[in-house]
């Protein structure tokens, strides 16, 4: 991970507080000394040179990585609701070469696995531990039972607390105790980097713990989940309902609303208009904010053929990706981008794609009340929309926002309307760029994938 960016008007920092149990261990050849009784050591060994480490939740890495030493352990342990255990869980991972520098990584989903701490987020081919950082990760304070996006947690409210905020800030203090311990001096730098879920946790950082981090990486962030999860649960499929073939029973068979044929046509039509809008014809769309793509342009004028659109799938098309707006015309969550990865198919749907996903069967209904669920969308707890980050950037705090053009999850305009309502508070972009900067990543699905180069540095 390049650091140059962040490296300009940092200041040293200082761990959060002195964070480990009274108890000392033997991990690596040294010897560690922890006061605190809610941390808990659980595994200190050393790794080999050569080993690889297989992801659970996605993406792994399979070159052979560096030697290290891992630390393992849980902070505040406890019996929670319904006699569930309950604790922040991490992995440190603590290179032999060692480049002075911690990275934290951020989760994905509902978070509860601790995953390897290999630091691959924004990382090229190159993830954060083989360029010498010590990278810590953590399942933010509880196990999933349900896979990636498994909220029953949420029953405990510490838990959801630990989840929402507390927990990466804690990891991170107890991380920079150890790193300390082990090197025999404090990290010089520190940094934070997710996507998703862990681009979440960067912008909440950034202003609830704005002096834990010198640079943060915020990719594709899950900020309004609750909003977010209307557009992609409710508004667009619906707005697929409702022109979907029926099947005996009346319901709407929703995969077969725009057909393979439609997904060629749009898609032709739409790189012919905006590809080289950016002066280059290369198959991506490189100022999505100049494509002015619109379904109607391929409405059939007479009988309806291959060559041209129905005039209701075009209907649905541009309502879908409008997004959805209450009955008074207000616009409840941003509208979605045309771009080159929208028509991508199972098992990672694109907007053009409609059928089951991370929420699992399509819904059936052909109406549902934006208003209401609108309302009930809001999250003040997790959602991440204030734009007072005056002393993350007043201690020399960097922040990178990115997101993917075809991001089929959350929409990429939402990310960039914060950035730039982010930057008029904080001084105006000509400032804020100094410090802050935002990139769409044409092609790119959720995070990864799609027809775009999505291993960047």
């Not at 393992?72 to 922040?88: A, K, L, S, Y």
């Not at 020399?396 to 990429?412: C, E, Q, R």
Request: with cysteine.
């Amino acid at each position: 991970m390049h650091s140059q960016f962040f490296r300009k008007l940092v200041w040293p920092v200082f761990a959060l507080a002195t964070c480990a149990s009274a108890q000392q261990i033997n991990a690596c050849g040294g010897l560690m000394k922890f006061k605190s009784p809610r941390l808990e050591i659980t595994k200190a060994a050393p790794i080999a040179a050569g080993t690889t480490e297989p992801n659970p939740y996605g993406q792994g890495h399979s070159a052979p990585l560096p030697a290290y030493c891992r630390v393992e352990g849980v902070i505040n342990r406890r019996t929670g609701v319904g006699g569930e255990d309950f604790g922040i869980n991490f992995a440190l991972a603590m290179p032999d070469k060692w480049n002075a520098d911690l990275l934290m990584q951020g989760g994905g989903g509902g978070n509860g696995v601790v995953l390897p701490p290999l630091g691959l987020v924004a990382a090229g081919d190159a993830p954060g531990l083989m360029r010498g950082f010590a990278v810590v990760s953590t399942d933010t304070g509880h196990k999933s039972h349900g896979g990636a996006f498994d909220f029953g947690f949420m029953k405990d409210e510490q838990a959801y607390l630990d989840f929402a905020y507390m927990a990466n800030a804690e990891v991170a203090a107890v991380a920079k105790e150890i790193v300390a311990q082990h090197y025999g001096k404090s990290a010089d730098h520190s940094y934070f980097a997710g996507c998703s879920t862990g681009g979440r946790e960067g912008m909440i950082l950034s202003r609830r713990y704005p002096t834990v981090f010198d640079g943060i990486i915020s990719g594709d962030p899950a900020m309004r989940t609750g909003l977010s999860n209307l557009a992609i649960g409710r508004w667009i499929p619906i707005a697929f309902n409702q022109i979907a073939p029926k099947d005996a029973n009346g319901k709407p068979l929703i995969e077969q609303s725009i057909t393979d044929n439609d997904r060629k046509l749009i898609m032709d039509a739409l790189m012919k208009r905006c590809d080289a809008k950016d002066g280059v014809t290369d198959g991506m769309i490189s100022d999505p904010l100049a494509c002015d793509f619109d379904p109607e342009m391929l409405v059939c004028k007479g009988a309806t053929s291959d060559s041209c659109l129905a005039a209701e799938k075009a209907a649905a098309i541009k309502k879908a990706l409008a997004g959805p707006h209450t009955s008074g015309g207000t616009q409840v969550y941003p509208g979605f981008l045309y771009d080159a990865g929208i028509a991508s198919g199972p098992p990672f749907r694109g907007l053009l794609s409609p059928g089951p996903g991370i929420f699992g069967p399509a819904p059936t209904e052909l109406t549902f009340d934006v208003d209401k669920e609108a309302l009930a969308g809001i999250q003040p707890l997790v959602d991440s929309m204030s734009t007072n980050l005056t002393t993350f950037s007043g201690h020399g705090g960097k922040m990178i926002f990115y997101h993917g053009d075809s991001d089929p999850w959350f929409s990429p305009l939402d990310t960039f309307t914060y950035y730039k309502e982010m930057a008029a508070a904080n001084g105006g972009l000509e400032t804020v760029a100094k410090w802050s900067q935002f990139y769409f990543v044409p092609g790119m699905n959720h995070c990864a994938g799609g027809p775009a180069l999505h291993q960047f540095d």
